[in-house]
């Protein structure tokens, strides 16, 4: 490790915001032009030896030259040389593969995307594919002089140009001075522009004059990661092709096989921790992996993994999760308290819990999700039994907004402290309490289920003794005789009102109320309206509650249809004493008329 000092440095520190590759990719936000960038003539000391070596030699052989240098090897080594083997990207290929095999090649290409995704290293294949010594086309034979001086940065015809330390006008007018002589070996003379973006307004120019009467043995390949600051007239002169940043599964796949290749064995959690720390960079990836090799002495462990990245332990977040469920602001604070030895990066810690709750909801939504390598199905599962979906909801968005208020914190502890009493504050059964009917005030604090606290007692030491109080059947807050009062003062409305209205109460458990709707009213069963039903039933109790509704077999005694009922009697009662009147009795005797019944409204 203290040959690394990136890492050193970061060790030392015991704060953890200067991470790795946060450093990487700040201070470089387009490609290096150094050791693996653009044109890979820069640090050939440090170039692996053909074949598979064992990283961790290559590694160790490195570093004495420093870690920007320790990094690179992965990412150069197995740097894709021909199109099958890039990784994503196919709806690029496939248009550059259909042009090379028909002989319609554009003159002037645009790669972008962001940084790592293969922008450079898809237009030296193209490169090579232009230039094969066996022939134009999508399959360049990567054995013949042309296609390994390309590989190796040296060919005489492939001009490769980092437009980042050339921005003067001069420099790319002496390089478009040379474009009408014809090539000197290839069959086209390629110029390889990256970072394109940077030339000053003087150099587009230049090349502009070039775009619109390119000599026909000139192929014009730009790259950027930030194609807006592009002139028009040179982005409608170039085919534009977007490139995708690369998926984590992606990513994680390659550096498994890369891993496989080289013979090393790694743990998956910990190459999906690599893979996530990427950001959607296939580079920044394999040189993370990289210094992870150099940092575990050779292992891809997740341990070594969790301290290099300085991710926290995912036990820990599993933790939080756990005690947020019990909302329990004691147990939390004494936790955070001992999450603070670790000295975490807060940040980093809200990420975590908010990829959590993506993944509960998940679960919550789809019972057969899986999970992945660092959130297991288990967990997961335990996590959707003692959370409702709105809680999901409010954590996670509680958790991403602290995350991007915790810059605004007096320190990120206490930021982080207050995110997480946020979510329970927040939460509906924290509400207030004296708006619940008589009945289901004082235990309302204590949602979670009871059959979990086996699990979780162990660590939230002060959890609540209360839990342990209400009793299921007894359903709190909503009885079964009192449900038509319960609708009244129940601010619902509109459809989902009626829903309740046509329901009656069956039963409840723990946080999960049954009711029964009338079947004739069979339409209202929808998703949206119980769950409508189901957050006004939450609040008017001040507790987070959940709604199952099922179709009665029979008509059901609902509230609605004892209203229909009243106003059925109201009516009779209104046409007996109209029927009993002695004027309307003396109409009938004297026309002999009848009344119409349905005619007949109280008032
Ligand atoms: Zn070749």
């Not at 230049?206 to 390119?214: D, S």
């Not at 969790?306 to 005690?323: H, I, Y």
Request: aromatic share 4%; charged share 20%.
């Amino acid at each position: 490790m203290g040959s690394n000092p990136t890492l050193s440095a970061r060790s030392e520190q015991g704060q953890s915001y200067g991470v790795p590759h946060r450093f990487l990719r700040d201070d470089q936000p387009s490609t290096p032009p150094g050791p693996e960038g653009s044109n890979g003539r820069g640090a050939v000391g440090c170039r692996s030896p053909a074949g598979a070596g064992r990283l961790p030699s290559a590694g160790v052989a490195c570093s004495s030259t420093g870690a920007s240098v320790s990094y690179t090897a992965l990412a150069r080594k197995w740097r894709p040389r021909r199109f099958e083997e890039l990784t994503g990207q196919e709806h690029v290929l496939q248009a550059l593969s259909n042009a090379l095999a028909t002989n319609r090649v554009h003159h002037a290409f645009l790669f972008t995307g962001t940084r790592g995704v293969g922008k450079t290293t898809i237009a030296r294949i193209l490169a090579k594919c232009l230039n094969c010594e066996t022939g134009l086309g999508p399959t360049p034979c990567g054995e013949c002089a042309t296609c390994r001086e390309i590989d190796e940065g040296r060919f005489v015809d492939l001009i490769e140009v980092d437009a980042a330390s050339r921005t003067k006008v001069d420099d790319t007018r002496e390089l478009l001075d040379n474009v009408q002589y014809a090539p000197t070996r290839g069959r086209y003379k390629v110029y390889l522009i990256d970072e394109v973006h940077m030339l000053s307004t003087h150099s587009f120019n230049a090349l502009l004059k070039t775009l619109e009467e390119p000599p026909p043995h000139v192929k014009f390949l730009l790259a950027t990661t930030d194609p807006q600051k592009l002139p028009v007239t040179v982005l409608s002169r170039c085919l534009q092709f977007n490139l995708k940043r690369l998926s984590v599964g992606l990513i994680a796949e390659r550096m498994k096989t890369v891993l496989e290749a080289e013979g090393v064995p790694y743990e998956a959690a910990a190459v999906r921790l690599v893979a996530e720390a990427a950001d959607g960079s296939m580079r920044d990836g394999l040189s993370l992996l990289d210094q992870l090799l150099a940092f575990g002495g050779g292992k891809v462990a997740e341990t070594e993994a969790r301290t290099m990245l300085a991710t926290v332990d995912r036990k820990q977040v599993a933790q939080l999760a756990r005690l947020l469920a019990q909302l329990d602001p004691a147990a939390l604070l004494a936790f955070v308290a001992s999450l603070d030895e670790w000295a975490p990066d807060y940040g980093d810690v809200l990420d975590a819990l908010s990829t959590l709750f993506v993944r509960v909801a998940l679960k919550q939504t789809m019972p057969a999700y899986e999970g992945d390598e660092l959130h297991p199905a288990d967990l997961l599962a335990e996590l959707a039994a003692q959370l409702s979906p709105e809680d999901v909801q409010l954590f996670y968005q509680t958790a991403i907004l602290g995350r991007r208020d915790l810059a605004w914190a007096p320190d990120p502890r206490t930021g982080f402290e207050m995110t997480v009493l946020r979510m329970i504050a927040f939460r509906p059964a924290g509400g207030v309490e004296g708006s619940t009917p008589a009945g289901a005030a004082p235990q309302t604090r204590v949602a979670s289920p009871p059959a979990r606290s086996g699990a979780t007692a162990a660590v939230g030491s002060a959890s609540s003794p209360s839990a342990t109080g209400p009793s299921q059947s007894g359903a709190p807050g909503v009885d079964p005789a009192r449900w038509a009062e319960t609708l009244a003062t129940l601010e619902v409305g509109g459809a989902a009102r009626q829903l309740a209205a046509n329901c009656v109460f069956t039963s409840r458990t723990g946080n999960l109320v049954r009711l029964t709707l009338d079947p004739s009213q069979s339409l209202l069963r929808t998703t949206a309206l119980i769950e409508k039903l189901a957050q006004a039933l939450s609040r008017h109790l001040g507790e987070s509650l959940r709604v199952e509704v099922e179709l009665g077999a029979a008509p059901v005694d609902s509230p609605a249809r004892a209203e229909q009922r009243a106003v059925e009697e109201s009516l009779d009662a209104a046409r007996r004493s109209l029927e009993d009147d002695a004027t309307v009795r003396g109409f009938k005797e004297k026309f002999g008329a009848t009344l119409n019944p349905d005619s007949v409204k109280p008032v």
